[in-house]
Protein backbone atom coordinates (compact mmCIF):
# COMPACT_ATOMS: atom_id res chain seq x y z
CA UNK A 1 0.00 0.00 0.00
CA UNK A 2 1.74 3.07 -0.89
CA UNK A 3 1.07 6.76 0.74
CA UNK A 4 -1.30 9.05 -1.59
CA UNK A 5 -0.79 12.40 -1.47
CA UNK A 6 -1.64 14.64 1.53
CA UNK A 7 -3.70 17.39 -0.76
CA UNK A 8 -6.21 16.12 -3.42
CA UNK A 9 -7.17 18.64 -5.95
CA UNK A 10 -10.55 18.84 -6.98
CA UNK A 11 -11.08 21.27 -10.08
CA UNK A 12 -8.73 23.55 -8.65
CA UNK A 13 -9.89 23.25 -5.36
CA UNK A 14 -6.91 21.85 -2.37
CA UNK A 15 -8.42 19.08 -0.52
CA UNK A 16 -6.62 17.86 2.65
CA UNK A 17 -3.40 18.89 4.67
CA UNK A 18 -5.07 21.84 6.41
CA UNK A 19 -7.69 23.22 3.75
CA UNK A 20 -11.08 23.66 4.19
CA UNK A 21 -13.74 21.02 4.18
CA UNK A 22 -14.86 19.90 0.97
CA UNK A 23 -18.34 20.15 1.10
CA UNK A 24 -20.45 17.82 -1.58
CA UNK A 25 -24.52 18.19 -2.27
CA UNK A 26 -25.79 15.07 -2.87
CA UNK A 27 -28.39 15.77 -5.45
CA UNK A 28 -28.35 12.07 -6.39
CA UNK A 29 -31.84 11.04 -7.33
CA UNK A 30 -33.59 14.23 -6.20
CA UNK A 31 -34.16 16.23 -9.09
CA UNK A 32 -37.27 14.05 -9.72
CA UNK A 33 -36.62 13.64 -13.69
CA UNK A 34 -37.16 17.42 -13.74
CA UNK A 35 -34.44 19.05 -15.71
CA UNK A 36 -35.54 22.61 -13.91
CA UNK A 37 -35.24 21.02 -10.54
CA UNK A 38 -32.07 20.24 -11.09
CA UNK A 39 -30.75 23.29 -11.94
CA UNK A 40 -32.60 24.85 -9.03
CA UNK A 41 -30.81 22.04 -6.40
CA UNK A 42 -27.47 23.88 -8.37
CA UNK A 43 -28.14 27.23 -8.14
CA UNK A 44 -29.68 26.41 -4.07
CA UNK A 45 -26.08 24.52 -3.47
CA UNK A 46 -24.14 27.14 -5.01
CA UNK A 47 -25.53 29.80 -3.11
CA UNK A 48 -25.40 27.96 0.21
CA UNK A 49 -21.63 27.68 -0.21
CA UNK A 50 -20.97 24.06 -1.24
CA UNK A 51 -17.96 22.75 -3.30
CA UNK A 52 -19.89 20.40 -5.53
CA UNK A 53 -22.75 18.75 -6.15
CA UNK A 54 -23.01 14.79 -7.31
CA UNK A 55 -25.54 12.96 -9.09
CA UNK A 56 -26.14 9.24 -9.86
CA UNK A 57 -26.07 7.87 -13.31
CA UNK A 58 -27.18 4.56 -13.38
CA UNK A 59 -29.00 2.46 -15.60
CA UNK A 60 -31.58 -0.35 -14.01
CA UNK A 61 -30.65 -2.97 -16.41
CA UNK A 62 -27.16 -3.00 -15.41
CA UNK A 63 -27.31 -2.32 -11.49
CA UNK A 64 -30.54 -5.02 -10.43
CA UNK A 65 -31.40 -7.87 -11.76
CA UNK A 66 -34.95 -8.16 -12.19
CA UNK A 67 -34.92 -11.04 -9.80
CA UNK A 68 -33.98 -9.32 -6.96
CA UNK A 69 -36.00 -9.94 -3.83
CA UNK A 70 -38.03 -6.65 -2.33
CA UNK A 71 -35.69 -4.11 0.13
CA UNK A 72 -37.32 -2.34 2.86
CA UNK A 73 -37.04 1.16 2.24
CA UNK A 74 -37.53 1.98 6.31
CA UNK A 75 -38.96 2.07 9.30
CA UNK A 76 -43.38 2.28 8.55
CA UNK A 77 -42.74 1.88 4.76
CA UNK A 78 -43.55 -1.73 2.16
CA UNK A 79 -40.64 -3.22 1.01
CA UNK A 80 -40.28 -2.17 -2.97
CA UNK A 81 -39.09 -4.09 -5.98
CA UNK A 82 -35.87 -2.30 -5.95
CA UNK A 83 -35.58 -3.15 -10.13
CA UNK A 84 -39.03 -0.92 -10.81
CA UNK A 85 -37.71 1.84 -8.53
CA UNK A 86 -34.33 2.18 -9.68
CA UNK A 87 -35.81 2.27 -13.54
CA UNK A 88 -38.38 5.26 -12.19
CA UNK A 89 -34.88 7.16 -10.99
CA UNK A 90 -33.11 6.99 -14.16
CA UNK A 91 -31.85 10.12 -15.57
CA UNK A 92 -31.82 11.88 -18.74
CA UNK A 93 -28.21 11.77 -19.60
CA UNK A 94 -28.70 14.23 -22.55
CA UNK A 95 -29.00 16.81 -19.22
CA UNK A 96 -25.42 15.91 -17.95
CA UNK A 97 -23.37 18.46 -20.26
CA UNK A 98 -25.90 21.56 -19.84
CA UNK A 99 -26.06 20.38 -15.80
CA UNK A 100 -21.88 19.87 -16.15
CA UNK A 101 -21.83 23.50 -17.69
CA UNK A 102 -24.08 25.14 -15.62
CA UNK A 103 -22.44 24.14 -12.15
CA UNK A 104 -19.42 25.21 -13.91
CA UNK A 105 -20.36 28.60 -14.70
CA UNK A 106 -21.62 29.20 -10.94
CA UNK A 107 -17.99 28.01 -9.87
CA UNK A 108 -18.53 24.71 -8.34
CA UNK A 109 -18.01 21.39 -9.14
CA UNK A 110 -20.10 18.49 -10.98
CA UNK A 111 -19.33 14.84 -11.08
CA UNK A 112 -21.44 11.67 -10.61
CA UNK A 113 -21.86 7.97 -9.28
CA UNK A 114 -21.09 6.06 -12.39
CA UNK A 115 -22.84 3.27 -12.37
CA UNK A 116 -21.21 1.47 -15.51
CA UNK A 117 -19.31 1.86 -18.54
CA UNK A 118 -21.53 4.27 -20.68
CA UNK A 119 -21.65 6.95 -17.86
CA UNK A 120 -17.99 6.88 -16.77
CA UNK A 121 -17.12 7.63 -20.66
CA UNK A 122 -19.92 10.78 -20.36
CA UNK A 123 -18.29 12.10 -17.52
CA UNK A 124 -14.53 11.36 -18.86
CA UNK A 125 -15.31 13.26 -21.70
CA UNK A 126 -16.79 16.47 -20.29
CA UNK A 127 -13.46 15.95 -18.55
CA UNK A 128 -15.47 15.36 -15.37
CA UNK A 129 -13.10 16.57 -12.19
CA UNK A 130 -13.75 13.34 -9.90
CA UNK A 131 -15.66 10.35 -9.45
CA UNK A 132 -18.02 8.87 -6.84
CA UNK A 133 -17.93 5.37 -6.13
CA UNK A 134 -21.07 4.30 -4.11
CA UNK A 135 -20.75 1.88 -0.86
CA UNK A 136 -22.39 -0.71 -2.95
CA UNK A 137 -20.09 -0.79 -5.71
CA UNK A 138 -16.85 -0.86 -3.99
CA UNK A 139 -16.57 -4.36 -4.38
CA UNK A 140 -17.07 -4.47 -7.94
CA UNK A 141 -13.03 -3.88 -9.10
CA UNK A 142 -13.57 -3.44 -12.85
CA UNK A 143 -15.86 -0.54 -12.49
CA UNK A 144 -13.25 0.92 -10.46
CA UNK A 145 -10.41 0.43 -12.54
CA UNK A 146 -12.68 2.24 -15.40
CA UNK A 147 -13.27 5.33 -13.14
CA UNK A 148 -9.66 5.04 -11.90
CA UNK A 149 -8.36 5.26 -15.71
CA UNK A 150 -10.19 8.75 -16.04
CA UNK A 151 -6.51 9.80 -13.60
CA UNK A 152 -9.21 11.75 -11.46
CA UNK A 153 -9.94 12.12 -7.86
CA UNK A 154 -11.84 8.97 -7.05
CA UNK A 155 -13.70 9.16 -3.84
CA UNK A 156 -14.72 5.45 -2.03
CA UNK A 157 -17.52 5.33 0.20
CA UNK A 158 -17.14 2.52 2.44
CA UNK A 159 -20.51 2.21 3.99
CA UNK A 160 -20.90 -1.96 4.52
CA UNK A 161 -17.26 -2.50 4.05
CA UNK A 162 -14.52 -4.46 5.30
CA UNK A 163 -10.51 -3.56 5.27
CA UNK A 164 -9.65 -6.20 2.78
CA UNK A 165 -12.54 -5.08 0.43
CA UNK A 166 -11.52 -1.19 1.20
CA UNK A 167 -8.04 -2.58 0.44
CA UNK A 168 -8.77 -4.10 -2.56
CA UNK A 169 -10.82 -0.85 -3.89
CA UNK A 170 -7.66 1.43 -3.39
CA UNK A 171 -5.19 -0.94 -4.75
CA UNK A 172 -6.90 -0.54 -7.62
CA UNK A 173 -6.55 2.19 -8.10
CA UNK A 174 -3.12 2.58 -7.29
CA UNK A 175 -2.80 -0.40 -9.89
CA UNK A 176 -3.85 1.89 -12.73
CA UNK A 177 -1.36 4.37 -11.58
CA UNK A 178 -4.09 6.66 -9.73
CA UNK A 179 -3.42 7.92 -6.74
CA UNK A 180 -5.84 10.61 -5.71
CA UNK A 181 -8.11 8.91 -3.73
CA UNK A 182 -10.34 9.77 -0.96
CA UNK A 183 -12.30 7.51 1.38
CA UNK A 184 -15.86 8.23 3.05
CA UNK A 185 -17.00 6.52 6.52
CA UNK A 186 -20.51 6.05 5.43
CA UNK A 187 -23.36 4.22 7.12
CA UNK A 188 -25.71 2.47 4.30
CA UNK A 189 -28.84 3.19 6.25
CA UNK A 190 -31.47 5.54 4.78
CA UNK A 191 -32.02 7.33 7.17
CA UNK A 192 -29.28 6.05 9.56
CA UNK A 193 -29.45 6.50 13.24
CA UNK A 194 -26.82 8.16 14.72
CA UNK A 195 -25.57 5.42 16.93
CA UNK A 196 -24.16 3.58 13.77
CA UNK A 197 -22.23 6.44 12.74
CA UNK A 198 -19.04 5.15 13.71
CA UNK A 199 -17.00 8.57 13.04
CA UNK A 200 -13.78 7.02 15.30
CA UNK A 201 -13.49 5.17 11.80
CA UNK A 202 -12.19 8.32 9.81
CA UNK A 203 -9.05 8.22 11.66
CA UNK A 204 -9.13 4.65 12.11
CA UNK A 205 -8.98 4.57 8.21
CA UNK A 206 -6.07 7.39 8.15
CA UNK A 207 -4.23 5.20 9.84
CA UNK A 208 -5.16 2.04 8.34
CA UNK A 209 -4.79 2.92 4.80
CA UNK A 210 -2.86 6.56 3.98
CA UNK A 211 -5.33 8.49 2.39
CA UNK A 212 -7.51 11.22 2.91
CA UNK A 213 -10.69 10.40 4.71
CA UNK A 214 -14.17 12.37 4.50
CA UNK A 215 -17.53 11.34 5.84
CA UNK A 216 -20.80 10.59 3.82
CA UNK A 217 -23.98 11.63 5.81
CA UNK A 218 -27.40 9.75 6.20
CA UNK A 219 -28.60 10.87 9.26
CA UNK A 220 -31.19 13.69 10.08
CA UNK A 221 -30.21 17.14 10.90
CA UNK A 222 -26.36 18.32 10.72
CA UNK A 223 -24.87 17.61 13.89
CA UNK A 224 -23.19 14.19 12.97
CA UNK A 225 -21.61 16.54 9.67
CA UNK A 226 -20.41 18.53 12.47
CA UNK A 227 -18.82 15.83 14.50
CA UNK A 228 -17.54 14.52 11.26
CA UNK A 229 -15.19 17.78 10.56
CA UNK A 230 -14.03 18.25 14.42
CA UNK A 231 -12.68 14.81 14.41
CA UNK A 232 -10.94 15.56 11.26
CA UNK A 233 -12.87 14.86 7.99
CA UNK A 234 -11.24 16.40 4.63
CA UNK A 235 -14.28 15.85 2.80
CA UNK A 236 -18.57 16.10 3.93
CA UNK A 237 -21.33 14.56 1.68
CA UNK A 238 -24.77 15.21 2.43
CA UNK A 239 -27.78 14.75 0.87
CA UNK A 240 -29.69 17.88 -0.62
CA UNK A 241 -33.31 18.60 -1.70
CA UNK A 242 -35.13 21.30 -2.46
CA UNK A 243 -38.53 19.98 -0.11
CA UNK A 244 -37.92 17.04 2.64
CA UNK A 245 -41.42 16.80 2.14
CA UNK A 246 -40.86 15.95 -1.41
CA UNK A 247 -42.33 12.41 -2.65
CA UNK A 248 -38.95 9.89 -3.73
CA UNK A 249 -36.66 7.57 -1.78
CA UNK A 250 -34.09 10.35 -0.99
CA UNK A 251 -35.88 13.30 0.27
CA UNK A 252 -37.22 12.30 3.71
CA UNK A 253 -33.18 11.83 4.98
CA UNK A 254 -32.00 14.83 2.67
CA UNK A 255 -30.89 18.64 3.99
CA UNK A 256 -33.25 21.54 2.63
CA UNK A 257 -31.09 24.87 1.28
CA UNK A 258 -31.53 26.94 4.04
CA UNK A 259 -30.04 24.05 6.45
CA UNK A 260 -27.33 23.14 4.69
CA UNK A 261 -26.05 27.35 4.38
CA UNK A 262 -26.71 27.08 7.91
CA UNK A 263 -24.14 23.98 7.85
CA UNK A 264 -21.58 25.53 6.29
CA UNK A 265 -21.39 28.30 8.06
CA UNK A 266 -20.97 26.39 10.87
CA UNK A 267 -18.70 24.06 9.74
CA UNK A 268 -16.23 27.15 8.61
CA UNK A 269 -16.81 28.17 12.16
CA UNK A 270 -15.76 25.16 13.62
CA UNK A 271 -12.95 24.82 11.18
CA UNK A 272 -12.01 28.34 12.41
CA UNK A 273 -11.89 27.07 16.45
CA UNK A 274 -8.86 24.55 15.78
CA UNK A 275 -6.60 27.59 15.90
CA UNK A 276 -2.32 26.53 15.48
CA UNK A 277 -2.64 24.36 18.59
CA UNK A 278 0.16 26.66 20.46
CA UNK A 279 -0.72 27.30 23.93
CA UNK A 280 1.66 30.05 24.67
CA UNK A 281 -0.38 32.81 27.15
CA UNK A 282 -3.34 35.56 25.83
CA UNK A 283 -3.88 36.34 22.32
CA UNK A 284 -3.96 40.07 21.65
CA UNK A 285 -7.95 39.93 21.41
CA UNK A 286 -7.48 38.99 25.39
CA UNK A 287 -5.21 41.43 26.41
CA UNK A 288 -7.29 43.82 28.52
CA UNK A 289 -9.13 40.92 30.21
CA UNK A 290 -5.59 39.18 30.65
CA UNK A 291 -4.74 42.55 32.85
CA UNK A 292 -7.72 43.48 34.49
CA UNK A 293 -9.49 40.11 35.12
CA UNK A 294 -6.61 37.80 36.13
CA UNK A 295 -5.30 38.10 40.11
CA UNK A 296 -2.43 39.64 41.49
CA UNK A 297 -0.92 40.84 45.16
CA UNK A 298 -2.70 43.24 47.00
CA UNK A 299 -3.12 45.03 50.10
CA UNK A 300 -5.54 43.33 52.65
CA UNK A 301 -5.10 46.40 55.17
CA UNK A 302 -3.05 49.69 55.03
CA UNK A 303 0.49 48.99 54.92
CA UNK A 304 2.80 51.81 56.18
CA UNK A 305 6.22 52.85 55.03
CA UNK A 306 8.61 50.63 57.02
CA UNK A 307 5.95 47.96 58.03
CA UNK A 308 7.53 44.24 57.56
CA UNK A 309 5.54 42.75 55.12
CA UNK A 310 3.58 39.66 56.98
CA UNK A 311 1.04 36.90 55.16
CA UNK A 312 -1.98 38.67 56.91
CA UNK A 313 -1.39 41.94 55.09
CA UNK A 314 -1.56 40.34 51.93
CA UNK A 315 -5.00 38.94 49.49
CA UNK A 316 -5.15 38.24 46.05
CA UNK A 317 -8.01 39.53 43.89
CA UNK A 318 -8.16 41.08 40.54
CA UNK A 319 -6.80 43.05 38.32
CA UNK A 320 -3.18 41.43 37.84
CA UNK A 321 -1.22 44.90 38.01
CA UNK A 322 0.65 43.89 41.12
CA UNK A 323 2.79 40.91 42.07
CA UNK A 324 1.87 37.74 40.77
CA UNK A 325 0.32 35.05 43.37
CA UNK A 326 3.05 32.18 43.18
CA UNK A 327 5.58 35.03 43.84
CA UNK A 328 4.00 35.58 47.67
CA UNK A 329 6.67 34.22 49.13
CA UNK A 330 9.34 36.46 47.79
CA UNK A 331 7.02 39.14 49.56
CA UNK A 332 6.24 38.15 52.77
CA UNK A 333 9.60 39.64 55.35
CA UNK A 334 9.91 42.76 52.80
CA UNK A 335 9.61 46.17 53.97
CA UNK A 336 6.91 48.28 52.62
CA UNK A 337 9.02 51.49 50.44
CA UNK A 338 6.05 54.13 50.85
CA UNK A 339 2.67 53.42 51.88
CA UNK A 340 -0.12 50.93 50.61
CA UNK A 341 -3.80 51.20 51.00
CA UNK A 342 -5.78 48.55 51.54
CA UNK A 343 -6.92 47.22 48.28
CA UNK A 344 -3.78 48.47 46.75
CA UNK A 345 -2.18 46.21 44.41
CA UNK A 346 1.52 45.63 45.08
CA UNK A 347 4.27 45.99 43.01
CA UNK A 348 7.99 45.40 43.28
CA UNK A 349 8.53 49.28 43.45
CA UNK A 350 5.93 49.43 46.62
CA UNK A 351 8.39 46.90 48.29
Avoid at 205 to 219: E, I, M, P, R
Wanted: hydrophobic share 40%; with cysteine.
Amino acid sequence: MKTTNEIVEIQGTQVGSGNPCYIIAEIGSNHNNNYNTAIELIDAAADAGVNAVKLQTFYAKHHYSKKTPKISMGKGSLPVDPYVLVESLEMNREWIPELHKYASDKSIALFSSPCDIEAINLFSNLDSPAYKVASFDLTDLNLIGEIAKCQKPVILSTGLSTYAEINRAIDQCYFFNNHQVILLQCTSLYPAPAYLSNLCAINTLKKAFNVLVGYSDHTLGDHICLAAVSLGASVIEKHFTLDANSIGPDHSFAIEPADLTSMIVKIKEIEASFGDGIKNGPREEEMELYKKARRSLHAASDILEGTEITKDMLCVKRPSYGVEPYLIDFVIGRKAKKNILMDDWISWDDI
